[in-house]
């Protein structure tokens, strides 16, 4: 089973720009990317399904309740300054192990839907990764408050979710 998280929800959007809404983003993408799993018979736990919000912790722990082999939360990244940086980077409590391989897969087909690949990077610090009992994955998919990310977010919505999908499928059936 795989848990599909959204980012962010109800009052608190996480990034915003210009009118833009991180928690919007995200629940289309989880959404989106857990039926492509769905079809191809993964079983899919979402921590939510509509504009609600729920803290990372309760979040994880709902993951970890339902027995998940995998987390993924569905995020947009955000910067200081308005187009100052492009691409998609996923997160990890550690960068060695098979949420690192989740990771790397996910961004490859990212980076082949059009971004720019930023790597995997170590966060131990995040709830959703370091309270995880399975291999967990923060992916932020292109920058909120970049106009070229947003723009391939739009106009390659199904190819960019297919990608989160075909770099979950590429880990749960190769483990």
Known sequence: MVVIDAGHGGNNPGAVYNGRQEKDDALALALAAGRILEQNGVEVFYTRTTDVYEAPLQKVQQGN???GDYFV??????SPYPNQYTGVESLVFNRYGEAARLANNINMRLEQAGFENQG???RPDLVVLNRSEMPAVLVEVGFINTDADNELLDTRFQEIARAIAEGILATVWSA
């Open 65 to 67: 309740e339902a027995g």
């Open 73 to 78: 939360s569905i995020h947009r990244n955000s």
């Open 120 to 122: 995997v990077n170590e």
